[in-house]
């Protein structure tokens, strides 16, 4: 079957293409029964204008962005992404928007893509993940204009409008907890440098652990794979002065590490205890199940969400603090057995 075009609408409401192009867009141009007439025959006949033509008239292109700037191998096996799109998603289809959701291999390739998207006019406004200590995305999207709001934070995010959590406070809690249980020697297993919240999360480890005396601690920096996690595990379960709590900044590593103590004969929890951040089904499907800090992903994308489309509405915005993720202890963690 063909696809509909202007000229089809045209002819059927007895129209020229310019009445019909004046109706599409909101222009003035035609009386308000010739418009709602026009508007009825295009939806009958499944005609849309296409991207081309609503960027040269001006109109909005109900969209809106999230490049993320992360391998795809890992974004296809970490659940927190899928869970955080699945909330962006529920909230824009509610409201008749699409998510253009593209991943790119570098921080210059994702401003590359947010200057054509702003160009080409393909989305109204932009989610921005991963956020830098030094980022050099928010004074280009500052520039283009370009409605955004920042997943994470706060901080560093210049006039951007920030949708984050308290990872020093989840962090802190976690750490007290095995403490609590006896643990005197805990490692982490931490997320990509150079990414704010993996910065947040490091101080407050040493802040924490400086705090309760304990000089044993170390962190580890991975990719949030389960390779790199795994590998990670090897060495510090290798050491002479073992760790017997290891806290992992995503479920997959924290998974991954469980079956290296496992392969290397130590029991869980009572020769280690692991806490994986973020819970996930995945958590709770492995033996023992994790230990884990939880929180409402999906509510926290649609938070986000919400927010980019009333920035994209003109609206006046400020930071948002979502829900701090908290402990949920389950068979992961327990008293260390201590000789």
Known sequence: MKRPTIADVARRAGVSKGAVSYALNGQPGVSDATRQRILA???????????????LSGATANAVGLALCRPARILGIEPFFMELISGVEAELSARSYALTLQVVESPDAEIAVYRRWWGE????????????????????????????????????????????????????EAIEYLVALGHRRIARVGGLPGLLHTEIRTEAFRTVCGRLGLDRTATVSSDY???EGARATRRLLSSADRPTAVVYDNDVMAIAGLAV???????????????AWDDSPLCRLVHPALTALSRDIPAYGAHAANRLLAAVAGNPLGDFQDETAHLIPRGSTAPPHLP
Do not use: K, Y
């Open 41 to 55: 025959i295009a939806r009958e006949i499944g005609f849309n204008p296409n991207s081309a033509a609503r960027a």
């Open 121 to 172: 006019r393909r989305v109204d406004g932009v989610l921005v993940c991963d956020l830098r200590t030094d980022d050099r995305r928010v004074p280009v999207l500052e520039e283009l204009h370009l409605p955004a709001v920042v997943i994470g934070g706060p901080g560093h995010g210049g006039g951007l409008a920030h949708v984050w959590s308290d990872d020093a406070a989840a962090l802190t």
């Open 225 to 227: 794979s389960g390779e």
């Open 261 to 275: 103590a496992q392969e290397m004969g130590l029991a869980v929890p009572a020769d280690v205890s692991i806490v």
